[in-house]
Nanobody
Framework: QVQLVESGGGSVQAGGSLRLTCEAS????????MAWFRQAPGKEREGVAA????????AYADSVKGRFTISQDNAKTTVYLQMNSLKPEDTAMYYC??????????????????WGQGTQVTVSS
């Protein structure tokens, strides 16, 4: 099973930026995509951004479009989430996820995923 390790979380004031990094222990053949999810206290985990293997296609939640950018390294084992113009409502635990091989589930849905341990993002007003 692949191991996913997130880093880059922290505390920032509204309007600031953070860059999250997710490093996978290996390339997973057949996995259609990697994604970032977030979960605030008392709320369900939601898909924030996803990128298909090879980086040809990306998808974003409406709440972060134009502010967040997902990207991937050429080896397809590291995924980044650049977060700009952060808002207090972006405060959450952010998780990296990788789709199981040959999964037919949407990249932005929480089913059929490997998960990292999460990194906390806190945005103060």
């Amino acid at each position: 099973q692949v191991q996913l390790v997130e880093s880059g979380g922290g505390s920032v004031q509204a309007g600031g930026s953070l860059r999250l990094t997710c490093e996978a222990s290996r390339y997973t053949y057949g996995s259609p995509c990697m994604a970032w999810f977030r979960q605030a206290p008392g709320k369900e985990r939601e898909g924030v951004a996803a990128i298909t293997t090879g980086g040809r296609s990306t998808a974003y939640a409406d709440s972060v479009k134009g502010r967040f950018t997902i990207s991937q390294d050429n080896a397809k084992t590291t995924v980044y989430l650049q977060m700009n113009s952060l808002k207090p409502e972006d405060t959450a635990m952010y998780y990296c996820a990788q789709s199981l091989p040959y999964s037919g589930s949407s990249c932005l849905r929480a089913e059929d995923k490997y998960w990292g341990q999460g990194t906390q993002v806190t945005v103060s007003s």
